[in-house]
Antibody
Framework: QVQLQQWGAGLLKPSETLSLTCAVYGGSFSGYYWSWIRQPPGKGLEWIGEINHSGSTNYNPSLKSRVTISVDTSKNQFSLKLSSVTAADTAVYYC?????????????????????????WGKGTTVTVSS | SSELTQDPAVSVALGQTVRITCQGDSLRSYYASWYQQKPGQAPVLVIYGKNNRPSGIPDRFSGSSSGNTASLTITGAQAEDEADYYCNSRDSSGNHLNVVFGGGTKLTVL
């Protein structure tokens, strides 16, 4: 059974860089999209970005200028860096495994309809930004 | 458009059926996935694809889709189903690069 274990600093000062790492245990690293998601206190889920095993990344446009996601396939780990943090970055940060593909039925796959889901999540890391 | 819209709150009587909806243009190209989140816990995938349940998810959870609207139905809601529910897909504009979440629906079981 695949498990994600995440860790990183939980208390930062404004302008510092948030750094989190997520390790993948019990499953393949390739063939999936590895995401970071955050949830500010009392609010909904916000996707931060993702990386695949080859290092290709996609970022939320609203955070793109401050986000770097990297991968270390030798350790089955991926990492998040978010620079110049402010109090607005205070949140629980999750890592998750994503699967993406075309919808298939009866042996045929359709290029116009897709599925995407995140089936494995880390437990979350609370990050607080305060002076 | 990259937005997914959910009703902020829904309530259901114990044992009754409730439908939680999610609207967005990306749902014309993607099946929504649905997540249950209880306080202090990470989200848990409950429905993915056309109408698939991960192992361990009760069969009272089901999903459906029509046009730009996806629905999560709980048939015979239980007290333990009280939680926040989020829909999710990828943004179908451009090269499908971004992942989007709905704002979440708080389900209260009365």
């Amino acid at each position: 059974q695949v498990q994600l274990q995440q860790w990183g600093a939980g208390l930062l000062k404004p302008s510092e860089t948030l750094s989190l790492t997520c390790a993948v245990y019990g499953g393949s690293f390739s063939g999936y999209y590895w995401s970071w998601i955050r949830q500010p206190p009392g609010k909904g889920l916000e996707w931060i970005g993702e990386i695949n095993h080859s290092g290709s990344t996609n970022y939320n446009p609203s955070l793109k200028s401050r986000v770097t996601i990297s991968v270390d396939t030798s350790k089955n780990q991926f990492s998040l860096k978010l620079s110049s943090v402010t109090a607005a970055d205070t949140a629980v940060y999750y890592c998750a495994r994503g699967s993406l593909g075309p919808y298939c039925s009866g042996g045929s796959c359709y290029s116009y309809y897709y599925y995407y889901y995140m089936d494995v999540w880390g437990k979350g890391t609370t990050v607080t930004v305060s002076s | 458009s990259s937005e997914l819209t959910q009703d902020p709150a829904v309530s259901v009587a114990l044992g009754q059926t409730v439908r939680i909806t999610c609207q967005g243009d990306s749902l014309r190209s993607y099946y929504a996935s649905w997540y249950q989140q209880k306080p202090g816990q990470a989200p848990v995938l409950v429905i993915y694809g056309k109408n698939n349940r991960p192992s361990g998810i009760p069969d009272r959870f089901s999903g459906s889709s029509s046009g730009n609207t996806a629905s999560l139905t709980i048939t015979g809601a239980q007290a333990e189903d009280e939680a926040d529910y989020y829909c999710n897909s990828r943004d179908s504009s451009g090269n499908h690069l971004n992942v989007v979440f709905g704002g979440g629906t708080k389900l209260t079981v009365l």
